[in-house]
């Protein structure tokens, strides 16, 4: 049997694919992004890439790509980004994400946002008829009232949990947010939701990436499909 790193490797290599000289790529976060960071760095090890600037979607990610020696920039220094390639914690059939398992949404998303092209890579276990199904929507938010934050999302429905460190302390974002995890069920309009979170003030951003993929990367058994949108 392929084990899950084999097939996250598989997505992350269709994806790096893509990847042309001269381009400016978005570089994601998470187990299965830190597959084509690494292999992207390689490939300029190697010379078979060239002329590519990397805009980081994480600390995590700018220090991997830095000791893979890919060279970086900045969202505020490039006008686009042409791809960037991330991963998912859940994909639903329209190509709707949700995304933060890293706790990195938000600039993610900005990324995302500002890019020509975003490929999405997962294995196929994050396939799901509907999100919310498989995955907790994380939803950043500020200290402040943020136990308010938290019973107005469980007033819609569902449970949540602040996202605790492995040493008991909370766990902070790059931007030192707070992460609410939303056990919310099963999502029916992700749009709308995306929506309703996006007006409340003290929510900084939420996991929900709507319309934003162009590509999707699952490998499985049998390979790797790659779909458009
Ligand atoms: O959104 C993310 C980080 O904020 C990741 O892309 C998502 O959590 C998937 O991670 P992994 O590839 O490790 O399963």
Not at 14 to 42: C, D, K, N, W, Y
Not at 64 to 80: C, K, S
Not at 110 to 124: F, G, K, L, N, P
Not at 209 to 227: C, E
Request: aromatic share 4%; proline share 4%.
């Amino acid at each position: 049997m392929t084990s899950v790193e084999t097939l996250k490797a598989m997505a992350a290599a269709a994806a790096v694919a893509l990847v042309q000289p001269g381009m400016v790529i978005g570089l994601g976060f998470g187990s299965t992004a830190a597959h084509a960071t690494r292999l992207i760095g390689e490939r300029l090890a190697s010379g078979a890439l060239r002329d590519i600037v990397g805009v980081p979607c994480a600390e995590g990610t700018a220090t991997l790509a830095r000791e893979m020696g890919i060279p970086l920039t900045t969202l505020d220094e490039v006008n686009a980004v042409d791809l960037t390639i991330d991963g998912a914690d859940e994909v639903d059939p329209q190509m709707a994400l949700i995304k933060g398992g890293g706790g990195a949404l938000l600039r993610e998303k900005m990324v995302a946002q500002a890019s020509r092209r975003v490929a999405i890579i997962v294995d196929e276990s994050k396939l799901s008829p509907a999100l919310g199904t498989r995955f907790y929507l994380p939803i950043e938010v500020v200290d402040f009232g943020y136990r308010a934050t938290a019973r107005w999302l469980e007033a819609q429905g569902g449970s949540v949990r602040l996202r605790v460190r492995t040493d008991g302390q909370p766990f902070r974002t790059d931007q030192g947010n707070l992460i609410l995890d939303w056990a919310c069920g099963p999502i029916t309009d992700p749009a709308a939701l995306a929506a309703r979170l996006a007006a409340r003030a003290g929510i900084v951003e939420h996991g929900l990436f709507v319309g934003l993929a162009t590509d999707l990367f699952v490998a499985g058994a049998s390979g790797v499909r790659h779909l458009t949108r």
